[in-house]
């Protein structure tokens, strides 16, 4: 009991450092991307390769000042980074990282709790998400949160349907919610990935969770251009960072279920699972960077009619195809 | 162990339902409501309904209540003002209540609880889909349409512009 | 039951904590200056005139009826795509069924203009 509690927290502790360490890797990663897709150099002076930059920004951030704007409300004006923040850590839980192993005659899975409701907890975290965003434009008191904040949670909920959909026909197919047991599904050979046999899902799948993010080309909500910010706009120093850093997150576990879901999560010949993991995570990081990179961002009535009249049709028509194709 | 985290919940539930109907500002009331939404998933997870549990946070912390603050926030001013708790039907209402009270206390008290020993199913959400699609497909599909009717009347309500402006529909 | 969530609990304790101590230490870390302009709404320069809540566009609002009302089909979705395989044809004859019905609503409001947005 002791021991099976002292691996659990163990597992936890290190799960959630790497992910804390990710977060603050993908924003040096995305910056060096994004320069070297510019012809730019990108952050490079502190530390090789600008390795030490995110360390130097976040002590930058803490010794900003922290302020509350005086229209603003208090208490949900506090809340509202957190809850942006918080979702995405919390979502990793059900993730596998690597296959059950043995330590010390004792099979310990690595991932931090299979639950049997795997995916539909994930959705359910990036239902709450929601909140972080109308709560920060509502309790600013300042007109462009409100819009970005408004722009911001239809933009989520339209893609929202997208993001349950497109994984109804994969979840035909694996029988199960649990992320684990649909990683094991497809083990043993690059054939059994459920891309293979879900590509419609795959991408389907992949552009919601872009959207969900908040990510060019969707990032509508925080439209510098035209919105200041968006929901953040009256938001000062590490608090902005958390919004900031949320967004990250979210692309980083987006990565992690879309590696599990559709490429087979930890498995691959010869180096070890953890490795295949996080070389999958990286690059569909990389894909989140690139697409940012190239593609301009869209107006706020295209994203909608994107989310409704192309993403929906089509998620209908895949769980068809794959419903008759599964009993013909 | 389980009893007490049920006792938190429980409380939890009901302070933040209370504070739904007592407070003042309608968007708190809103977001209250969320937590009293929040500790009744809890209950479902401790009574091992995981899948009605994450259905719960989806749909009504996830859609429902983001539905409410779109249509708080739609109304005019209505956050900024404090709003009237009560109206003139107070000791009408006062006396249902009451009467409600005591009819649920009596039903509490006289209906015996019948606990089955059967054992839940391993994985409970394929029980639910089970039942669903064979014992219960006619309500399964009748939901469809009663879905359908909300839909639709949500938006002949809302795209009402008066009998002045026949020309309408063409936006 | 307990298993599975109690390490879920110390992840959400985890992240509880760190996102206290983000938002909290540049309380003490921080200068604080005093000046009237800074903790007003930001608005490109002007001084804010009036409450920054006014009303919503509907758009808004109709979005989310639609939204509740699909959310609701995925959910239905969700245990009948699981045992699909054991119901076989008679299962996407019931699931055809229910999604037909919910599309009719959904020809409805694309009919009705509901998502144009201009």
Redesign the interface.
């Known amino acids: 009991m002791l021991l099976?509690?002292f691996i659990?927290?163990v597992?936890?502790?290190v799960?959630?450092a790497g992910f804390?360490i990710m977060i603050a890797y993908t924003t040096w990663f995305e910056r060096r991307m994004v320069a070297f897709i510019q012809s730019r150099l990108g952050p490079n002076r502190v530390g090789p390769a600008g390795l030490l930059q995110p360390i130097a920004d976040a002590f930058k951030?803490?010794?900003?000042?922290?302020?509350?704007?005086?229209?603003?409300n208090k208490v949900l004006f506090?809340l509202a980074?957190?809850i942006a923040?918080?979702p995405p850590?919390?979502a990793?839980?059900v993730v596998p990282i690597g296959d059950t192993i043995t330590i010390a005659g004792r099979k310990v899975e690595l991932l931090?709790?299979?639950?049997n409701i795997g995916i539909?907890y994930v959705f359910a975290l990036g239902s709450i998400g929601v909140y972080g965003l109308v709560l920060a434009g509502?309790s600013?008191?300042?007109?462009?949160?409100?819009l970005g904040g408004?722009r911001s949670?239809?933009q989520m909920?339209?893609y929202?349907?997208g993001l349950?959909?497109s994984v109804?026909?994969l979840?035909?197919i694996?029988?199960?919610?649990s992320i684990a047991e649909i990683v094991r599904q497809q083990s043993g050979s690059v054939l059994n990935w459920y891309f293979f046999k879900q590509p419609v899902a795959f991408f389907l799948f992949f552009i919601c969770a872009m959207a969900e993010s908040n990510r060019l080309p969707f990032d509508l909500p925080e439209a510098e251009s035209e919105l200041?910010a968006g929901y953040h706009?009256?938001y000062p120093?590490?608090?902005f960072?958390?919004f900031f850093l949320g967004e990250y997150a979210h692309m980083i576990t987006v990565s992690m279920v879309t590696a599990s879901l559709f490429f087979g999560g930890w498995s691959g010949p010869f180096l070890p699972p953890i490795v295949w993991f996080l070389i999958k995570v990286v690059a569909f990081l990389f894909i989140y960077v690139w697409v940012r990179g190239t593609l301009p961002r869209f107006r706020?009535?295209q994203l909608?009619?994107f989310g409704?009249?192309v993403i929906?049709p089509l998620t209908?028509v895949n769980?068809?195809v794959t419903?008759?194709v599964?009993?013909l | 162990?389980s009893m007490l985290i049920f006792y938190i919940l429980a409380i939890v539930a009901v302070v933040s339902a209370l504070m739904v109907v007592t407070l003042r500002n309608v968007f708190h009331s809103a977001l209250f409501l969320v937590l009293t939404l929040f500790s009744v998933a809890g209950i479902y997870?401790?009574l091992?309904a995981e899948?009605l549990a994450a259905?719960q946070v989806?749909?009504y912390v996830?859609?429902?209540t983001?539905?409410m603050i779109?249509?708080i926030?739609?109304?005019?001013?209505i956050?900024?003002k404090s709003i009237r708790q009560v109206n003139e039907q107070v000791i009408p209402a006062v006396i249902i209540v009451l009467v409600f009270f005591v009819l649920s206390l009596v039903t509490l008290i006289k209906t015996s609880w019948p606990v089955s020993n059967k054992s839940l199913p391993g994985n409970n959400?394929?029980e639910?889909?089970?039942q669903?699609?064979s014992t219960y497909?006619i309500p399964?599909?009748v939901?469809?349409?009663v879905?359908?009717i909300?839909?639709?009347g949500?938006?002949i309500i809302?795209?009402q512009d008066g009998p002045s402006r026949p020309g309408q529909e063409d936006? | 039951?307990?298993?599975?969530?109690?390490?879920?609990f110390?992840?959400?304790f985890?992240?509880?904590l760190?996102?206290?101590i983000?938002?909290?230490?540049?309380?003490i870390?921080?200068?604080?200056?005093k000046s009237k302009r800074?903790?007003?709404?930001?608005?490109?320069g002007l001084i804010?005139q009036t409450?920054?809540?006014?009303?919503?566009p509907?758009?808004?609002?109709?979005?989310?009826?639609?939204?509740?009302?699909?959310?609701?089909?995925?959910?239905?979705?969700?245990?009948?795509?699981?045992?699909?395989?054991?119901?076989?044809?008679f299962?996407?004859f019931?699931?055809?069924?229910?999604?037909l019905?919910?599309?009719?609503?959904?020809f409805?409001?694309?009919g009705?203009?509901?998502?144009?947005?201009?």
């Open positions: 099976s509690i659990d927290v597992k936890v502790i799960v959630f804390m951030l803490l010794f900003k000042e922290p302020f509350l704007p005086e229209k603003s506090s980074p957190m923040f918080i850590i919390l990793v839980a931090i709790s299979d639950l539909l509502w600013s008191n300042s007109k462009y949160s409100l408004l949670s239809a909920i339209s929202e349907i349950g959909l109804v026909g979840l035909m694996a029988q199960t919610f200041v706009t009256e120093g590490m608090r960072a958390l706020y009535d909608m009619r409704w009249l929906f209908l769980i068809l419903g008759l599964m009993v | 162990m997870v401790l091992e899948f259905v989806l749909i996830g859609a429902i983001i539905l779109f249509a926030m739609l109304t005019y001013q956050t900024s959400t394929f639910i889909g089970r669903l699609l497909v399964f599909e939901v469809s349409i879905l359908l909300a839909l639709i949500a938006i809302s795209r936006r | 039951m307990f298993e599975t969530l109690f390490p879920i110390v992840l959400a985890f992240a509880v760190t996102v206290l983000m938002f909290y230490l540049p309380e870390l921080g200068p604080k200056t800074k903790y007003s709404p930001y608005e490109c804010p409450d920054a809540r006014e009303r919503i509907i758009k808004f609002y109709l979005i989310a009826i639609a939204f509740v009302v699909f959310d609701l089909e995925v959910v239905f979705l969700y245990p009948w795509a699981i045992i699909y395989k054991d119901l076989g044809l299962g996407l019931e699931m055809g069924l229910f999604i019905i919910l599309l009719l609503g959904f409805y409001i694309v009705k203009g509901v998502l144009k947005w201009e």
